[in-house]
């Protein structure tokens, strides 16, 4: 039986960072088995936003992990994360869960395979439903006077339109 995390969300403009995430847990591909999860939080003091999705157990793993890093390296957000997947490397484990991680300056995306992605764009989607939701921020920013938060709203609200393993309790935080 696996538990899946679904969509998040972030968007990166006017110098704040907004990372949002729907509430749905999916059991297996066919049933809903929490609807109101929190996938998008705060940490280190509040200085850090991170967002996950995919298997459950995976995801509150890397967070934690994630998390003992920033403390490791006094809060510096690519190091921790290059120090993290570097740690998964060595051992060769992978997890099934992808992690966005920002701060006020920075945006990422941390694989459970060992990858660290600055989006180019300063957007970015991960989950079953990350493209759908990519595909709206990417024309709401470009198309729209929008704010970061109000953007990632509107592209989950979309995305839950869309994928079945995405809903509308979304989760927002700005950074």
Not at 5 to 14: E, Q, S, Y
Not at 53 to 78: C, I, P, R, W
């Amino acid at each position: 039986m696996t538990f899946k995390g679904t969509t998040i969300c972030a968007v990166k403009k006017d110098g704040i960072t907004a990372v949002a995430g729907d509430g749905q847990v999916t059991m297996s591909e066919s049933v809903i088995f929490k609807s109101n999860a929190v996938k998008v939080r705060r940490i280190y003091s509040d200085k850090v936003v991170i967002g996950f999705a995919g298997s459950v157990a995976d995801a509150f793993t890397l967070s934690e992990q994630f998390e003992e890093m920033l403390h490791k390296y006094s809060g510096n957000l690519e190091r921790s994360a290059v120090e993290l997947v570097h740690s998964w490397r060595s051992t060769g484990r992978k997890m099934e869960a992808m992690m966005i991680v920002a701060d006020k300056d920075t945006l990422l995306i941390v694989s459970g395979t060992g990858e660290v992605i600055e989006p180019e764009s300063g957007i970015c989607a991960i989950g079953s439903g990350g493209n759908y939701a990519l595909a709206a921020a990417r024309a709401l920013a470009n198309e729209t006077n929008l704010s970061a938060e109000e953007i990632v709203r509107k592209a989950l609200g979309i995305a839950g339109e869309l994928c079945v393993f995405t809903n509308d309790r979304i989760t927002v935080e700005t950074v």
